[in-house]
């Protein structure tokens, strides 16, 4: 055989000669960017996938050029390259998702919610306050609620009881003088123009290295109101006596003195108090309260019950210049 028909392999078997390319003029490729590469217009070329074409308005004038000039390299045998980057000119010129104002103001208000409900569940979980309070502590502030709870009750049913006599014809008369009496003397009480007795606190204090302040005496004084305490007086080492009242204050004087409502009083000070003795007692010991005050300024609070307090010291009435009654 020939060596016109056959070329050799190599391996001693003929190949036969696959159609070659023109050669000559007809042979060259076209110089045009936008020429058909002649391998595609082959029958026996296989079909390539053409890129999705995007729309016109998505297109700037740049990247259409850019398009062209890399599918004209690649028609002549371009580089990887020039392959990669026309690729990148055409997904840049896809249109992108996207996100809406809408969107945006949702994601954040999700967060913003989520952030609180964690904010509120770390703040409820722990309370600081009950956590440091020992077993005995807070079984007295729940006897103290209990029994703040019975006494309150008793006022409704002794006011209930009253009302009910003052409707009831005749008897209410004689119930509306016997009430107005009883209201009269509790007021009485109050502002310090009548003595009272009853069962009670003795609270003594005694300083240590710092003076016993006005302030810790304050601070017993509401302490012991907001038990209950229905009357109090209190008194300096030199026996003298003042009634407290809801006007009474306290001052600090010279050397460790104590100034309430304008008298001076020299320590120890001693406030006896009518009212339930144990709530009253569980007042005053309450974590960060009285006794922890003055303890820590290097003092000492000595609480006494007394089965029979006794409040003497009276309170000049206040004479009223511009209050009149209405009726």
């Not at 696959?18 to 595609?40: N, Q, T, V």
């Not at 055409?90 to 249109?95: D, E, H, I, S, T």
């Not at 003397?185 to 016993?212: M, N, S, Y």
């Amino acid at each position: 055989m020939s060596s016109d028909e056959h070329t050799e392999t190599g391996t001693g078997w003929p190949q036969p000669a696959g159609p070659g390319r023109p050669s000559g003029p007809a042979g060259e490729p076209d110089p045009r960017p936008d020429a058909p590469d002649p391998d595609e217009l082959s029958p026996l070329a296989p079909e390539r996938a053409e890129p999705p074409v995007a729309e016109p308005d998505r297109f700037d004038e740049g990247a259409t050029v850019d398009l062209g000039r890399a599918a004209g390299e690649g028609s002549g045998g371009s580089s990887p390259e020039a392959s990669a980057a026309a690729g990148s000119s055409v997904g840049a010129g896809l249109p992108r998702r996207r996100v809406s104002s809408a969107g945006v103001m949702i994601a954040v208000l999700l967060a913003l919610l989520g952030f609180t409900l964690v904010v509120q569940l770390k703040t409820t979980s722990t309370d600081p306050t009950v956590a440091a309070t020992r077993q005995e502590d807070l079984v007295r502030i729940l006897y103290d609620l209990n029994s703040r709870e019975v006494r309150l009750r008793q006022d409704i049913a002794a006011l209930e009881e009253s009302q009910r006599q003052l409707r009831s014809g005749e008897q209410g008369r004689q119930a509306a003088l016997d009430e107005a009496s009883r209201r009269a003397d509790e007021l009485g009480i109050l502002a310090g123009t009548l003595p009272a007795t009853g069962p009670g606190l003795a609270v003594r204090f005694e300083a240590g290295e710092k003076p016993i302040s006005a302030s810790r005496v304050l601070d017993a004084v509401q302490e012991l109101r907001g038990a209950g305490a229905e009357a109090m007086q209190i008194s300096g080492g030199d026996r003298a006596t003042v009634r407290i009242i809801a006007s009474t204050y306290f001052l600090d004087g010279e050397s460790g003195s104590l100034v309430v409502d304008g008298r001076r009083l020299t320590g120890p000070f001693t406030i006896t108090v009518i009212g339930d003795p144990a709530t009253m007692r569980t007042a005053l010991n309450i974590p960060g309260g009285v006794v922890a005050s003055v303890t820590g300024d290097g003092g000492k609070l000595i609480v006494e019950d007394r089965e029979a307090a006794e409040v003497s010291a009276l309170h000049a009435p206040i004479k009223l210049e511009h209050a009149r009654p209405v009726s």
